[in-house]
């Protein structure tokens, strides 16, 4: 054994002295080195740079876009998140205010009806950043045609006046247990049914966060306008869309919040729902969590919709799940055709939004809980796969499709240091 010795030494030195990343650290080394791969140059119809998920996606998606483009501000996306925005605004019709929510260089693919309402607070984010000179007050027109879109009888349910969604697809939660048929895509569709009727808290949040962005360019615009009438009209502008926050907010919390659940509820506004007295949803999704990040529920409110969040039909050992486990439609299917799976898994964006909106309120003791599981799963998934997934089963942690994906996954690279920050790097 004595001649064996040197070697047993050096053997425990040697693996001493390997350096095993931390999970963090894992996930921050992939997304640096990956970060790249999102980004692209101006292309046919896309005069401005943009980003793309990558992996099987390709095309310039409106959410992806604000997540990853800020998720990727320290490794240089701020020019791509505000050429992304100023693609959406230059394809808004400036009569009716609509344009599609994924884009290719040819044009609208047809897949979202409509671009979520995330692209003024997207283009404000990135114009606050030192690398950004695009000049955002030319779509000032445009931004307002969007809003007017939004709040147009198309799109508001007259009972309540908040926002409703085209269809479960549109809302990027592809097949969400909110909607009994998600899109004209399944054969269950019936526009009567399932077309313009759903009213629910991440629509509303967006649009809420939509216009105080709006306000900011307007008071930032009449700051610096010349002329005292081009002074007026941004000051004019920047209040009535504050005003129109103010009442999205009201109206969220009048309609939508139910304390006996503790959580935000939502509706199903279709004639038959209401014919029927059906038109309340209490389905235990993220998006009855959505308002925290706004911002919306006051401090009692916002106490309770914690306590909720922690429990653990929602809060998984890999984060939060889409759905409750204990929804009967609850399930982990691995799929991406015809929708990614929202009806169960862990995903990477919606739990982000949840940490940043309990952090808000201080709790941070659960913001970096949520943060620290959901960036476990990520560096799990590089040690088994060597990449990221879209989407991970909130029962083991197993990274489901679009192998190769980057976008909202990037928000592992900075999330935990943010929390411990008390930073929410989407915050107006």
Not at 306 to 318: A, G, I, R, V, W
Not at 399 to 416: I, K, N, V
Request: one cysteine or more; aromatic letters at 12%.
């Amino acid at each position: 054994m004595a001649h064996h010795f040197p070697f047993l030494l050096l053997l425990f030195i040697s693996c001493q002295s390997i350096d095993i990343p931390t999970p963090q650290q894992r996930v921050y080394d992939h997304v640096k080195t990956n970060a790249h791969l999102t980004f692209r140059p101006p292309s046919g119809s896309l005069r401005y740079a943009y980003l793309v998920p990558s992996g099987p996606y390709e095309q310039l998606w409106d959410w992806d876009s604000l997540f990853m483009g800020v998720a990727l501000f320290p490794f240089g996306s701020a020019p791509y998140l505000a050429g992304s925005m100023a693609n959406f605004l230059d394809h808004t019709n400036l009569t009716t205010g609509q344009v599609q929510g994924c884009l290719l260089p040819t044009g609208g693919t047809g897949t979202i009806f409509h671009a979520k309402p995330v692209v003024i607070q997207g283009a404000w984010l990135a114009s606050q950043q030192p690398s950004v000179s695009l000049p955002f007050q030319q779509f000032q027109p445009q931004m307002k045609a969007q809003l007017k879109y939004w709040s147009s009888p198309l799109r508001t349910d007259k009972t309540t006046g908040l926002p409703k969604w085209y269809n479960q697809l549109e809302s990027g939660q592809d097949n969400l247990v909110l909607s009994t048929c998600a899109s004209n895509r399944s054969k269950c569709w019936d526009p009567a049914l399932h077309e313009m009727v759903l009213v629910s808290a991440d629509v509303a949040t967006f649009l809420y966060r939509e216009y105080q962005a709006y306000a900011l360019f307007n008071g930032e615009w009449a700051a610096q306008a010349k002329e005292t009438k081009q002074q007026q009209f941004f000051l004019n502008e920047q209040k009535r869309a504050t005003t129109k926050a103010v009442a999205i907010k009201a109206a969220v919390n009048l309609y939508l919040w139910n304390e006996e659940r503790g959580y935000y509820i939502a509706l199903n506004t279709s004639t038959a729902a209401i014919n029927a007295g059906t038109t309340t949803i209490t389905a235990r999704t993220d998006v009855g969590w959505f308002p925290l990040w706004a911002g919306m529920p006051n401090r009692t409110q916002a106490h309770i919709l914690k306590t909720e969040l922690m429990k653990p039909d929602m809060f998984s050992s890999f984060g939060v799940r889409s759905t409750s486990s204990n929804n009967a439609r609850y399930n982990n299917i691995d799929e991406i055709k015809p929708y990614s799976n929202w009806q169960g898994p862990v995903w990477v964006n919606a739990n982000a939004v949840l940490s940043f909106g309990l952090l808000k309120y201080k709790y941070h003791t659960e913001a970096k809980e949520m943060a620290k599981r959901v960036v476990f799963t990520l560096a799990n998934d590089l040690i088994q796969d060597n990449t990221f997934h879209e989407g991970y089963d909130s029962e083991t942690g197993k990274g489901l499709a679009a192998r190769g994906f980057l976008s909202w996954d990037t928000l592992g690279a900075t999330w935990p240091g943010n929390v411990d920050k008390g930073i929410d790097p989407f915050a107006l």
